[in-house]
């Protein structure tokens, strides 16, 4: 089988094609600037060179049909036809609390989704409408939703609760969802491959680290607390998101800075995290450049990014009783080994030691943490996309079975 894996942005979109019967992409892409002068649809098939394809794009059903003759060119397609695609596996962010898993996407599930766009409105309506174009250009195949927040939606009342007043919890949804939970869910699960040990005998602490970034205590399988909130920008500091601050912040900056609710909430989500510390740059090379160069505010925002991370994995010890193992993933995560070793300093009284050594890696699956280290430090990168694709495919054969 092979699946077409569909991530929408407001003006994006991007896809892979997945065969499923050895997991291989066979191409993926970028669709940039929908409605936008300048769109681009940027195709990659297995093994080719890249292909540009500059075009008008007004809208994303035309952006989903410029993927699919890209998709079924003779020249640089992968496809004799359309009818190859058997499934399309969409990334929604925000489930809520009604969706723990994925769901094969019909009229009730869009409306769902629509109601649900309040709690994520820079995400969910554009993942909508590439739910909606892609069932118009392939009516005929199974749609399937995997949504950020469903691996979370096991996290205890203790965990995803806050002290608020409990009716507007009821009445609003105010609770802590979590996100990057597509990510955690396959780091959690490679790691125990890794490990060759059960899933549900390891308690593991994801740490999803890139300019969004997000940390999740996995016990035996399953997130039991994670650092994202209501919203992405609750946690550690990120590239320009605060993380967790004071409550009462956002109503003083809105006095002192004059501004409205909707432009502090621009504020903390765009202008903060290490940018705002820093002054220079969202981009971690460039601080670890700046800071090399001696500047002190760089400097500061690594410290303060690698000091939260962990004060995050040393309460996910206490919340889980332990840790057996602790992954690294994401573009920070997954490539920076500076910033992996820094934030592992201080560990030791948990029983985390990083080998130099094992550690100088970047981008591929490896234990960096030392042969008698008690708890385990990996490399795992992420693929979201493959996740998408399991359990499409999954729904899809399921779906085909009761034909």
Do not use: W
């Not at 075009?55 to 992968?78: C, E, R, W």
């Not at 962010?93 to 769902?112: A, D, Q, R």
């Not at 030791?348 to 030691?353: D, M, P, Q, R």
Request: charged share 25%; net charge negative; aromatic share 6%.
């Amino acid at each position: 089988m092979k699946i077409l894996v569909v991530n929408c942005g407001s003006s994006s979109i991007k896809y892979q094609v997945i065969d499923m019967s050895n997991e291989s992409v066979i191409a993926k892409g970028l669709v940039e600037r929908i409605g936008i002068e300048g769109s681009i649809l940027t195709h990659t098939p297995a093994g080719r060179d890249k292909v540009k394809l500059p075009s008008s794009i007004p809208n994303h059903v035309v952006g989903v049909q410029k993927v699919l003759d890209a998709l079924t060119n003779p020249t640089y397609g992968v496809l004799k036809s359309l009818s190859e695609i058997d499934a399309v596996g969409h990334r929604v962010v925000h489930g809520g609390e009604i969706y723990s898993e994925s769901v094969l996407i019909g009229p009730k599930e869009i409306k769902t989704f629509e109601a649900l766009s309040a709690m994520a409105p820079l995400h969910n309506p554009p993942n909508i409408s590439g739910i909606k174009a892609c069932q118009k250009l392939m009516p005929d195949i199974p749609h399937v939703a995997v949504f950020d927040t469903a691996f979370h939606q096991t996290m205890p009342p203790v965990a995803c609760m806050y002290g608020i007043k409990y009716e507007d919890y009821e009445s609003f949804g105010i609770r802590r969802y979590g996100f990057h939970g597509t990510s955690h869910k396959y780091v959690s699960e490679r790691a125990a491959v890794v490990l060759n040990k059960p899933l549900d005998q390891l308690r593991t602490i994801t740490c999803h680290l890139g300019n969004g970034a997000s940390i999740t205590a996995v016990k035996y399988g399953k997130s039991v607390d994670t650092s994202m909130g209501f919203t992405p920008l609750a946690g550690e500091l990120m590239g320009t998101r605060c993380g967790d601050i004071d409550p009462a912040i956002v109503s003083v900056l809105a006095d002192r800075k004059q501004l409205s609710y909707t432009q502090v909430d621009n504020y903390l989500n765009k202008e903060c995290g290490v940018l705002g510390v820093s002054g220079i740059s969202s981009d971690f090379r460039d601080l670890e450049v700046a800071e090399a160069d001696g500047n002190e505010r760089a400097k500061l925002a690594i410290d303060m990014f690698c000091y939260q991370v962990r004060k995050f994995i040393g309460s996910y010890a206490a919340a889980m009783g332990g840790v057996d193992d602790i992954v690294f993933t994401a573009g920070v995560g997954e490539n920076d080994m500076r910033t992996r070793a820094r934030v592992c300093e201080g560990l030791e009284f948990l029983g985390v030691h990083i080998d130099p050594e094992r550690n100088n890696v970047r981008g591929k699956e490896a234990i960096i943490s030392t042969e008698d280290s008690p708890v385990k430090v990996l490399l795992i990168p992420t693929n979201e996309e493959l996740m998408i694709a399991r359990d499409a495919n999954r729904i899809a054969l399921e779906v085909n079975a009761k034909k």
